[in-house]
């Protein structure tokens, strides 16, 4: 079991930015395939942000942030970023970072362990 633990979240104005981390305490993440955020906006389902592997290093977007959100990884620190500028109100929601340990659940998006997540509101 990894835990994951999300942080960086909180109350930001339309067109400002917020950087979220996320670690796993004790364990090594980049032993596992990839990392994944997602979010989920009150009474919506689970969305997905976008992806990056801990080998090749290319990220991959969801359309809806493609441009705005940049995700990287920390191998030292053994940590993960979203960083999310240009922020939007429909970009509120409470925002995971998920774990996959091999290919096919990277990239089926069906991720292995997830964190508690964190609560983004972009609200003036």
């Known amino acids: 079991q990894v835990q994951l633990v999300e942080s960086g979240g909180g109350l930001v104005q339309p067109g400002g930015s917020l950087r979220l981390s996320c670690v796993a305490p004790?364990?090594?993440?980049?032993?596992?395939?990839?990392m994944g955020w997602f979010r989920q906006a009150p009474g919506m389902g689970r969305e997905f942000v976008g992806r990056?592997?801990?080998?090749?290093?290319?990220?991959y977007y969801a359309d809806s942030v493609k441009g705005r959100f940049t995700i990287s990884r920390d191998d030292a620190k053994n940590t993960v970023f979203l960083q999310m500028n240009s922020l939007k109100p429909e970009d509120t929601g409470v925002y995971y970072c998920?774990?996959?340990?091999?290919?096919?659940?990277?990239?089926?998006?069906?991720?292995?362990?997830w964190g508690q997540g964190t609560q983004v509101t972009v609200s003036s």
């Open positions: 004790g364990r090594t993440l980049n032993a596992n395939y990839g």
């Open positions: 998920a774990c996959a340990a091999d290919r096919n659940t990277y990239f089926n998006l069906n991720y292995d362990y």
């Open positions: 990056i592997t801990w080998t090749y290093g290319a990220p």
